[in-house]
Every structure is written in structure tokens, then in C-alpha cells.
């Protein structure tokens, strides 16, 4: 696993805290996956795929990530005063990518294995949008990569998943480097672009059940110091 310097917590206000997720911890991990299958079960774009919060295809698609991460890269979380975790990031530096862990042909044979007969092969992706001004190749093979994030539903509308963000520009900042991150979901799309990321192509495809969906690829340059 990769370590970098980053403090192991700080205080967002007076009632939220941001830490790493210690991933050798069962508890500590678990908590990360239920926040994570709690996100998915609700948004637009995975709704469908993952029923409800207690569906073993979002079980599994969540491990895939995150014990891909945990390998390559590190999570995050919010805390609630209670102590309770209620928003994760999971995010990898330049030069890792999930894909390369260990544990991702197992994780997704495991996932498609919970589709049954639900399960579409994909559709080859159609680019419908390149940017003129930043190269994808560039993008991805040079920047900080956040693969997902996730905030409980009950949660929603504090800012939490703006402050793990803000960790990980921060984070690209000091190295002088930049951040990508996918998604499908349009409000999601809206949110980083807010925070200053541009959109760099989009791609549309399929899901796991054949469903149509758009990916939007966006990027935040890195910051240029006067």
C-alpha cells in the first residue's frame, strides 16, 4: 500500500471530523462499505442495478472497489460527533490505478456472479465529447484519481462530500499535480465542476445490465502558483 503524508485527522467545524479509514481494521473497513452501498442504492444512475441497501450485487460491487483502493491508494471518512462515518472517499495517486490490485479479477467475477441472469455484456463505448484544451492520456496517467465517493443519504446536504474532496486537491496541490474522476450522474457532474474541474470527454455506454448511461470524465488542472 502506498503511505503519504497526510495528518491522520482535523476537525471540519465542531461536529465533523475527516480520517483515514484503517483498512487492516474489519470494523473500521465495514463501515466504509455500508456507507458506500447506502450512496449507490440511491443515486440515478445505480439505483436500478442495486435495488436497495441490502443487495448483495452492491455488497459486491462496493468490495470491488474498495479493496482495490486499499491497495493502490487510500480512503477516507467523515465522522459524525457520534463517531459514526458518514461519508467515504476512496482516491489513488498518479501512476496507480485500482485495476492493478490484487484483488480485482476475483472482486468482479464475484459481482457479476451476484447479476445472474440480469447480466448484459456492455456495449463498446461511444466518445461523443474530446477536449480541445486537456489530453485524456495525459489526464489519466498524471493526475490523482478519485474512483468513488459516497455519503449516507441521511447525511446528505452538509458538505461532507466537498470537504474529502477538498483533502484530495489539497493533497494534488502541495505535489503541483491534478485530479480526475469519472461519473454518470449529471448532478455529480455539476458538483465537481463547481469545485473547478472541467470536463474532459464523454463517453456514452452501457452498464452491467445493459442499461444506457453517459460517463463523464472531468479534471482539475493543477494549480499554478504565482
Not at 461536529?15 to 479509514?21: F, G, L, N, P, Y
Not at 484503517?22 to 436500478?48: G, L
Not at 458538505?159 to 493533497?171: A, I, P, S
Amino acid at each position: 500500500m502506498t503511505h503519504l503524508t497526510q495528518p491522520k485527522a482535523y476537525m471540519q467545524g465542531e461536529k465533523t471530523s475527516v480520517r483515514r479509514i484503517n483498512v487492516d481494521d474489519p470494523q473500521d473497513f465495514e463501515q466504509a462499505v455500508q456507507v458506500m452501498i447506502a450512496s449507490f442504492s440511491i443515486m440515478p444512475t445505480w439505483s436500478k442495478l442495486y435495488r436497495y441497501d441490502r443487495d448483495p450485487r452492491a455488497r459486491a460491487k462496493v468490495l470491488y472497489y474498495l479493496r482495490a483502493i486499499a491497495q493502490v491508494g487510500e480512503i477516507w471518512a467523515t465522522e459524525g460527533p457520534d463517531g459514526m462515518i458518514e461519508s467515504v472517499i476512496g482516491f489513488n495517486p498518479p501512476g496507480k490505478v485500482y485495476s492493478d490490485a490484487t484483488t480485482t479479477t476475483a472482486d468482479n467475477d464475484a459481482f457479476l456472479v451476484t447479476l445472474g441472469e440480469d447480466r448484459a455484456e456492455p456495449r463498446p463505448g461511444r466518445v461523443t465529447f474530446e477536449s480541445a484544451e486537456h489530453d485524456l492520456d495525459y489526464v489519466l496517467r498524471s493526475s490523482w484519481n478519485i474512483t468513488l465517493i459516497g455519503t449516507l443519504p441521511e447525511s446528505a446536504g452538509k458538505g461532507l462530500g466537498r470537504t474529502l474532496v477538498r483533502l484530495v486537491l489539497d493533497r494534488a496541490d502541495r505535489e503541483g499535480e491534478g485530479v480526475w474522476v469519472p461519473t454518470t450522474y449529471a448532478e455529480r457532474k455539476r458538483f465537481y465542476e463547481k469545485m473547478g474541474f472541467v470536463l474532459v470527454e464523454t463517453v456514452e455506454l452501457t452498464n452491467d445490465l445493459g442499461d444506457p448511461a453517459s460517463e463523464f470524465i472531468l479534471y482539475r488542472p493543477p494549480v499554478v502558483h504565482a
